[in-house]
């Protein structure tokens, strides 16, 4: 059976158990100074109608790693869905390369495409979902944290994609999630009601003052107020987040040991200061650099279908050793 990464409603809670826990291993691996040619001979797909710097640059580079080699196209440059029809693309693109990973607008463009492809199909942003963000995120809490048991995570902002995904990975993995945004910029009945449906049980908790929000986290997280097509909307935004600004007084609410994530790039000044980026509980460069090993693990999983031998089990057994 093919395996995707749409959205991670569609993910179990072992298999990102699974990839988080393999995404360490690797990472540990790297670190040690190890890379295996697990992909070698393997091509990856990018497909991008968005701009990107690290989802396109650590894609590229965790399959080069691996062994294999990325084939990047804009997204105006094979006119998808325009030129010739998503099915016919599918098809075409799957007798080409092991594995695609496409960054969109359209949601509805990734399903289709993972309809009719009879390779991975992998999200790598659409207006509903951002799941390897997520998933990368994840993945530096259990790090800095050693565990996600008890974890309470805060995301200060409205229901964008970021949010949304990390609203599914936190009930995947047994996260406290709360969404810290102003009347009106909370999720969409839609999500809702599928979260709700895939969750049963879950609390989808959304606050709309953003000091009671943070009260207890563990976790900070911001995103900027105004996503790509949104632009025409920036003045409104702005004047509806200010009281949600991430600065060092409402991190102090979170406590002294809080740790704070962005996926970047941020808008300094806006959704949050300088002062708190750049500060000493700030993992933005870390919860970057860990989109690398993230990809690596998923990309295994998706083309694979198993884990090499050299990461299980003792590799995963060293996840939890403190040396």
């Given amino acids: 059976m093919i395996r995707h990464l749409i959205d991670l409603f569609d993910l179990s809670p072992e298999d990102a158990r699974d990839i988080l ?6 990472k540990r691996e790297d670190q040690r100074g190890n890379r295996p040619p697990y992909l070698a001979g393997r091509s990856l797909g ?12 650590s ?5 080069g790693q691996l062994g294999g080699n990325a084939i990047f196209l804009r997204g105006q440059d094979v006119g998808i869905g325009v030129r010739e029809s998503i099915a016919d693309f599918a098809r075409v693109l799957s ?26 199909i992998v999200n790598a942003l659409s207006d509903r979902a951002h799941p390897c963000q997520a998933l990368a995120d994840l993945m530096t809490i259990q ?10 995570l805060v995301f200060v902002g409205d229901g964008n994609n ?8 936190s009930a995947l993995l047994g996260l406290e999630f709360v969404l810290a945004s102003p009347p009106g910029f909370a999720f969409p009945p839609e999500f809702r009601a599928r979260f709700e449906e895939t ?8 606050e709309h003052d953003p000091i009671r ?14 996503s790509m097509g949104q632009e025409h909307e920036a003045e409104d935004r702005r004047k509806a987040f200010e009281p949600f600004q991430v600065d060092t007084a409402l991190l102090d609410r979170a406590g002294p040991d809080a740790i704070l994530l962005h996926c970047l790039p941020a808008r300094r000044g806006e959704e949050v200061t300088s002062a708190v980026l750049d500060g000493p509980r700030s993992a933005v460069i870390l919860q970057a650099a860990n989109r690398l090993h993230l990809q690596k693990a998923l990309l295994l999983w998706l083309v694979l279908g198993s884990w090499p031998d050299v990461l299980t089990p003792n590799a995963s057994a060293r996840l939890h050793s403190r040396d």
């Fill in 21 to 26: 826990d393999h995404a360490l291993a690797l």
């Fill in 46 to 57: 990018l497909i991008f109608e968005k701009p990107s710097l690290r989802t396109r640059v």
């Fill in 59 to 63: 894609f590229e580079a965790a399959i």
């Fill in 95 to 120: 007798q080409y390369v092991d594995v695609l990973a496409m960054r969109t607008f359209s949601h509805a463009t990734i399903e289709e495409l993972a309809r009719y492809a009879t390779i991975p």
């Fill in 143 to 152: 790090e800095l944290r050693g565990g996600l048991d008890g974890i309470k």
């Fill in 162 to 169: 970021v949010a949304r995904s990390l609203a599914q990975a």
């Fill in 199 to 206: 969750f049963p049980g879950v609390p989808l908790v959304v």
């Fill in 213 to 226: 929000a943070v009260s207890g986290a563990d976790v900070v997280y911001t995103d900027v107020w105004t």
